[in-house]
């Protein structure tokens, strides 16, 4: 999808009222720490930025 479809997809749910679109962070550094002190929490950052042992899946992206 790209990011205007993904965009438009939230704005939808939230007008709804239904859900509330995932947290957004410009800074990978803040997404890992946030990630860390919760078990809940799923964070997609750049591999470049991974701590080896922490990483879970890599994901491929076609454009």
């Known amino acids: 999808m790209s990011l205007n479809t993904v965009n438009a997809f939230w ?5 709804s009222g ?3 679109p ?3 962070k410009s800074d990978s550094l803040e997404v890992l720490t946030i990630v860390e002190n919760n078990p809940q929490a799923i964070g997609y950052v750049d591999n470049a ?3 080896a042992q922490k ?3 890599v ?3 076609h454009e």
Do not use: D, G
């Open 18 to 20: 239904r859900v509330l």
């Open 59 to 61: 994901l491929q992206l």
């Open 22 to 24: 995932p947290l957004t």
């Open 11 to 15: 704005a939808r749910l939230s007008v």
């Open 49 to 51: 930025v991974l701590p």
């Open 55 to 57: 990483v879970i899946a």
